[in-house]
């Protein structure tokens, strides 16, 4: 995944130690079923106001840099919000002097992969909603509002390279048939940490929709 999750390093989660802490907002959700054994959540968020921009043509930095320019204030407000993490990424900041809301950020990063229509998406923190959310001044950013989202998440440790990531998908995606759940959706990924937390101490996740 080349440079993409040292970006999200600085940034997601430019406050984690080397052991993992961060200050960052996580989207709540409600646990509906656990497996322990096997790192595996149900779960169901009840809403969550998305920031997504493409991954496609530039690819995943890009996309990063878009949604944190956001973040930092290219969007349409007055209010200026503090940042929940310090910033290692000075130059991803907007320069524009009409500066818009600063909005806190949350984890995790969420990537959708599914081919003609991979995004990457900024989680709102829960005081946001739809209405409420800065519209962004950057045609390429899209908010939008995801309800009653159940589904089945791994846990996994190290990096999000895609071997990882496919040895846990496939663990996932046995387990919710071996449970009578139906997929449906692709998988997601999801990145939690910074480059600075060891690999053994990062907290990832694959996510797949479920009913």
């Not at 944190?68 to 200026?80: D, K, S």
């Not at 950020?105 to 959708?112: E, G, L, S, Y």
Request: net charge neutral; glycine share 6%.
């Amino acid at each position: 995944m080349k440079f993409l999750l040292s970006v999200i390093a600085s940034v997601l989660l430019a406050g984690c130690s080397v052991f993992g802490q961060s200050n960052v907002e996580t989207a709540p959700y409600t646990l509906l079923k656990t497996d322990a054994e096997k790192n595996i959540e149900v779960r169901n968020y009840d809403a969550m106001v998305l920031v997504s921009t493409s991954m496609a043509g530039e690819g995943r930095n890009s996309a990063f840099r878009k949604l944190f320019r956001y973040i930092g204030g290219e969007n349409e407000g007055a209010t200026e919000i503090s940042m929940t993490a310090p910033v290692f990424m000075d130059n991803a900041k907007t320069t524009d002097n009409n500066k818009g809301t600063e909005i806190a950020m949350t984890a995790p990063v969420f990537m959708d992969n599914r081919a003609g229509e991979a995004m990457m998406s900024f989680v709102m923190p829960k005081d946001f909603t739809l209405q409420t959310t800065p519209k962004p001044t950057n045609p390429e950013v899209k908010v939008t509002e995801l309800n009653n989202y159940k589904v089945a998440a791994i846990k996994f440790s190290g990096t999000l390279s895609k071997r990882n990531v496919a040895k846990h998908t496939k663990t996932l995606t046995d387990w919710i048939n071996e449970n009578d759940y139906t997929a449906i959706s692709e998988p997601v990924e999801a990145g939690y940490n910074g480059p600075l937390t060891l690999p053994m101490l990062r907290r990832n996740e694959v996510l797949i929709e479920i009913k």
